[in-house]
């Protein structure tokens, strides 16, 4: 008779501001197949071990190769951003963490189809080749990213040392700019380590039978170019248009802190001090320019978020949603299509983003019949792994975690959150019947 999976068990690790999820299946036959979600960060908690993230590597080493362990069966990177795949970087000594994780030799690694910039031309994804165009578009996209990162950190750098912004402005266009570089190890470590790959977007076929016998697998995001109608109308108006920023728009941002004379050839003051009537409207400049800056980089960063893989599994009589860092844009087309009835028995969500204020759609949460109060049988679990105080700010309500969504899923779910394991635990262990 075949093995069916008899429960699961979550490890949510502590990686501070950034994501590390290893489920494990156990089936009735006493073996396990694992999943690795992705394992990355931007900054570790204050005062956590400096090897935290070497300890984790091992930890799921261990945990996949212990008694009816098979192994790291899949590996889920839902996006490139750095805290959720920095721990996949390896080094020259073959002793990082993405070694390790290498080392496990993954049957299947998932990515979102816009990681598949150089697809080969006979690849059945999205479009087939006739969209190799838009994957061409794509990769300038990242690579205008990348640079816009490099000189708003630059941009930062500068601005500090001449003490023209606050500290606060440069730590929020530090921080976003930091997650946006790419870790090349890391990204290129994805690419070779699993048997297969599988890019993958709204509605394809997943089959993960072979590693994960029992379980289902839909895909809800990210959609195609060809499949949201906002991508479409905005493609017909200018073909370098790319999830809501142009290729070339993003070349021009890139621009930031490069140096660039505003007014070339006007007389300028070259000395270390302006004139004491000058100085109040300097300081406004640098800050205003500062919040320009920032303002753009944080809508690249919300372009990245929005190529994150939303993953649902159904295994026995349970329902797991794993959404990566998707926001509005991502979650707009997944809850038009037919796939959004899957959402309505979520018996676990892993919460977006954080807990941002933009990436727990209150039209995807009120699909969630499992939540209600403590009394409520089969009561909805949700997890959230993150860190106050790195991203956005409550006076202008767009810290993260959002408060007002962290009150609610503490009252509607039982809420599991990284940040109480403290700055030296390793996981938290969640544990969901499949019967």
Known sequence: MTATPLSATLFAYQVGFGDCFLLRLTYTDGTRRHMLIDFGTTSLP??????????????IETKCTESGGSGLDIVVATHRHADHVSGFATN?????????????????VIQPWTEAAEAPVDWEGPGGSAAKPAFRRHARTLKAIEETARNALRFVDNAEKAKAISPSL??????????????????????????????????????????????????????????????????????????????????????IGSGTALFPGAPA????????????????????????????????????????????????TKT?????????????????????????????????????????????????????????????????????????????????PRRTLMTELKA??????TEDLGPTGLYEVIEIPLV
């Open 170 to 255: 440069a730590a929020q266009m530090r921080f976003i700019g930091e997650d946006n570089l790419s870790n090349a190890s890391a990204v290129n470590n994805l690419k070779i380590m699993g048997k297969r790959t599988e890019y993958v977007f709204h509605g394809c076929k997943l089959d993960l039978s072979g590693e994960l016998p029992g379980v289902t697998v839909d895909v809800l995001g990210p959609p195609t170019l060809r499949q949201t109608e906002t991508i479409r109308k905005q493609v017909a108006r200018n073909k370098d248009e790319f999830w809501q920023l142009a290729a070339r728009r993003m070349g021009q941002a890139a621009d």
């Open 92 to 108: 020259a000594r073959g002793t990082g963490t993405g070694d390790i994780i290498a080392g496990l030799k993954p049957s299947v």
């Open 320 to 400: 797991l949603l794993f959404p990566g860092d998707a926001q509005w844009e991502n979650w707009a087309y997944a809850l038009q299509s037919p796939l959004a009835a899957l959402l309505d028995d979520v018996d676990l969500y892993k919460v977006g983003h954080h807990g941002s204020l933009n990436a727990t759609p209150k039209s995807m949460w009120n699909r969630f019949k499992k939540k209600g109060p403590k009394s409520k049988a089969d009561r909805l679990t949700s997890v959230v792994s993150t860190r106050k105080d790195k991203h956005g700010h409550e006076k202008d309500n767009t810290e993260v």
């Open 412 to 417: 509607q779910s039982t809420l599991h959150d």
């Open 269 to 316: 003051f070259s000395g270390k001090r302006m004139p004491v009537e000058y100085r109040w409207l300097q300081h406004r400049i640098d800050e205003t320019s500062a919040e320009v800056a920032l303002g753009i980089v944080r809508a690249l960063d919300d372009q990245m978020n929005n190529t994150s893989v939303i993953l649902v599994l159904r295994a026995g």
């Open 46 to 59: 204050v005062d956590a071990p400096k090897d935290q993230m070497v300890r984790i590597a091992r930890d």
